[in-house]
């Protein structure tokens, strides 16, 4: 099941924040901060413009998905980016990633968003990530290219 996120989910967001930040070789190499991500989160639950969405198997929530519509910094047009997704490993390749992806989607359509945009920047399985998101009509449309000073 794929529902939205409550303020009451709090915990567990941060749990799954704070475990896809250790996963990932890229951004594990920067500072966490839960009062940050908090932040984040409940701007975005409590906006209109804010989707955090929570995908749940037997009453356990096995992932979730962040995403904001905005206007295009050189447009009128509203343009919808995935914050955050993040699946348990244990449930990687169950239905709960394409639901989430496919409900993030749909989402952007009813916002009016001319576009909605996602990636894999978390270096763990990114290849899937982006072929989940291709089964869904997603295409590549962009590189990503990083300087690290380790500071």
Known sequence: ?????????????????????????????????ETKVEAMLIALIESPRGLVLMAERGGEIVGAIAAVAQFAWC????????????????????????RLVNSFKEWARLVGASWAYAGASTGVDDECVAKLYEGFGFVRCAVGLEAYFGN
């Open 1 to 33: 099941m794929i529902r939205p996120a409550t303020l009451d989910d709090m915990p567990v967001l941060l749990a799954m924040g704070r475990a896809m930040h250790e996963e990932s070789p890229r951004w594990s190499r920067l500072n966490y901060s």
């Open 75 to 98: 447009s009128t047009d509203l343009v919808v980016e995935e914050i955050s997704f993040y699946v348990r490993p244990e449930h990687r390749g169950s239905r709960a990633a394409a």
